[in-house]
């Protein structure tokens, strides 16, 4: 079983570097950042708009994913961040490539250009976050958690070179980016869909302990309180002015002293008769 446990949690935590590494991809916009110009006809300032907008989404979105990786559990922040990223290259590779020519309209589309982006920035993060949390709660009682952290955040700043390391042995001698941005969809969205499959939250047992000691309290609270509703529902009895009564018990014992003390009285009245 433990054999086992250590085999599970070793495919997670390969699982969580695979997927940072693909998912450090937004610094790859200075690779391709020249084709909206070039390309679609941008200027310089709506394309610097579309890069900031991309770099906003990115870190504004952390608290979000970091309370839902935390909430949901890493697995559906990790398939999330595949469909972003996929939706997001696979729509900036169909505009590059729907635009083959420089078009002078192409700058009514810079919001559409900037939402696309800005999907691969979010995507990027929900992959991070969710990679994070599972690394820092498998490692946390581990004295090489430092190390279990600083591999997969190295894979994520090493992303940018890998990637453009690609795009250099394939892609360079095409004149727009289209190839390239699918390519990027394919990989991004396949690699966490897949590692999602594999990144698991390893259990606690002080947590668990934890969890079973709470519940043991509140079984033991709940019988004593169905205990004492159940007392005061048979022997518990009203003053004729509202008040709270004195249980059966206690008239019982009163009855008892009421007829001890008539009998005890009894033969003195007989003999003074």
Not at 155 to 162: I, Q
Not at 214 to 220: F, M, T
Not at 231 to 247: E, Q, R
């Amino acid at each position: 079983m433990e054999a086992r446990e250590q085999y599970t949690n070793t495919l997670s935590y390969l699982a969580t570097c695979v997927s940072m590494l693909c998912g450090g991809t937004t610094s790859l916009f200075a690779t391709y950042g020249s084709s909206f110009g070039e390309v679609l006809g941008f200027t310089q300032y709506e394309t610097n708009l579309v890069a900031s907008l991309g770099d906003y989404a990115h870190y504004m979105s952390a608290p979000l994913f970091g309370y839902l990786s935390t909430r949901m559990g890493p697995t559906r922040v990790v398939q999330a961040a595949g469909v972003l990223m996929f939706g997001g290259y696979m729509g900036l590779s169909y505009a590059f490539g729907y635009f083959s020519s420089p078009a002078r309209d192409a700058h009514h589309y810079v919001a559409m250009m900037s939402m696309l982006f800005a999907f691969v920035g979010v995507g990027s993060k929900a992959a991070y976050m969710a990679s994070m949390a599972t690394t820092a709660r498998n490692f946390k009682q581990s004295r090489h958690s430092g190390i279990a952290l600083g591999i997969p955040l190295s894979l994520y700043g090493l992303s940018t070179f890998v990637f453009s390391t690609v795009k250099a042995g394939w892609f360079e001698s095409d004149a727009t980016p289209s190839r390239y941005l699918a390519f990027m969809a394919v990989v991004s969205g396949a690699v966490h869909i897949v590692a999602s499959r594999f990144v698991r939250l390893k259990d606690d047992p002080r947590d668990a302990a934890a969890m079973a000691a709470a519940a043991r309290r509140r079984a033991s609270v709940s019988a004593a309180a169905a205990a004492a509703k159940e007392m005061a529902g048979v022997g518990g009895v009203l003053d004729a002015d509202g008040g709270a009564g004195t249980t059966q018990l206690e008239m019982v014992e009163m009855k008892e002293t009421r007829r001890r003390r008539t009998t005890v009285s009894s033969p003195s009245i007989n003999d003074a008769a």
